[in-house]
């Protein structure tokens, strides 16, 4: 008797689980800390919480949540394209940028086809590649885990349909520049998807560049500088062309009314955004002057940075860590990242110093 699970695609069978930051209930439960007593700092989350008019436009909306939202979440796409500077027609939305990166998988991935993706990076995309029948083609960064232009347009063939850069990159935190992103789009006919979750933290963004090619795609999400991770809304800035075609293989209803209603709200929030900018960029800072004594910081220009504890094992550092109630990110889950990188959300000024005090003292042992 044939069994279920043997209808399983085969594309899956060698797909790796995703691997998420540790949460805070896991480490009370593991390690006998009470919960007030962790800070996390391994996920990327804000720690400034969220918007407080983003909470309010949540209370305001809770009763209506019997409702569906509207079908593209067409009151926050219209914010949205205010704030990216576009028009509405190069403005898609997903479930978190997740959402968006599926719907592309469908739309433009067929079994056997060829997505390149710059290791290390943010794994989850190897996955959506999987699970969509492509072939994920992992071209190793440099030492200085900048992308390899060359080696990602060697990697070029008839069969590649897509190419995945992360800018700023997680978890190195270092940005592409404009000059090899235009390199690699010029090169090729296949997509580019230029990933920028983290760009409100960044000296720049490239999506004005959708204006001059039709084949680069910028995501971006609400889950970082406006504080609405747990909402999921992901969104990206296409050429045109693409819209329609993206609108018949999303899923329906991606956004629910709530989240289009905080993130109307945190979108307003001005202030609230200015000051989680201002917290990463002191934060930031402070971390770098704080450990770079002690081992090797990495230039970031995200909200973490990444560091290099060798000849510690990333994986004893994080342990020692969690010991004492602080979650940071070990970086082995991350395809050739080795085995000595950590990396850091950027904290409160409090959550700083306790992290640099006892990652000093640890390094130290």
């Not at 390690?31 to 436009?57: C, D, F, Q, R, W």
């Not at 079994?111 to 989850?124: A, L, R």
């Not at 342990?319 to 979650?327: F, K, N, S």
């Amino acid at each position: 008797m044939t069994h279920a699970k043997e209808f399983i695609k085969g594309s899956i069978k060698g797909i790796k689980e995703y691997v998420p930051g540790k949460s805070t209930e896991e480490i009370a439960a593991g390690y006998g800390i009470e919960p007030g007593n962790i800070i996390k700092l391994g996920s990327n989350e804000n720690p400034l919480g969220p918007s407080p008019m983003a909470v309010e436009a949540v209370r305001n909306m809770a009763d209506t949540i019997s409702v569906y939202p509207s079908v593209d979440a067409a009151e926050l796409k219209r914010a949205l394209a205010d704030y990216v500077g576009y028009p509405e027609d190069n403005v898609v939305m997903g479930a978190g940028m997740d959402g968006v990166v599926d719907t592309l998988m469908r739309l433009f991935v067929q079994p056997g086809t060829d997505v390149i993706i710059p290791t290390p990076t943010f794994s989850y995309f190897g996955i959506a590649v999987g699970s969509a029948g492509g072939v994920p083609v992992y071209v190793k960064r440099l030492p200085d885990y900048n992308v390899d232009t060359d080696s990602v347009i060697s990697a070029l063939n008839d069969s590649t349909r897509f190419i995945y850069l992360v800018s700023p990159n997680n978890p190195s935190g270092n940005t592409v520049p404009k000059a090899d992103v235009r390199k690699i789009v010029e090169s090729t006919r296949a997509i580019v998807f230029l990933d920028e979750a983290y760009v409100e933290f960044a000296d720049r963004s490239l999506t004005g560049l959708v204006t001059e090619y039709d084949n680069l795609i910028v995501g971006r999400t609400m889950s970082k500088a406006m504080g609405l991770a747990g909402l999921r809304i992901g969104y990206a800035v296409v050429p045109q062309w693409i819209t329609r075609e993206y609108m018949k293989v999303t899923t329906p209803f991606a956004i629910s009314r709530i989240s289009v209603a905080a993130g109307l709200a945190a979108l307003q929030d001005i202030d609230y955004r200015k000051r989680t900018i201002e917290n990463v960029l002191t934060g930031r800072q402070f971390l770098n002057d704080g450990l770079s004594g002690h081992c090797k910081v990495f230039p970031s220009e995200a909200n973490f940075i990444m560091i290099d504890v060798s000849p510690k094992k990333s994986k004893d550092v994080t342990e020692a860590l969690l010991e004492e109630g602080i979650i940071v990110r070990d970086c082995t889950s991350f395809r050739d990242a080795g085995e000595s990188l950590i990396r850091i959300t950027v904290g409160t000024p409090t959550q700083n110093i306790r992290l640099v005090d006892a990652l000093t003292r640890i390094l130290q042992l």
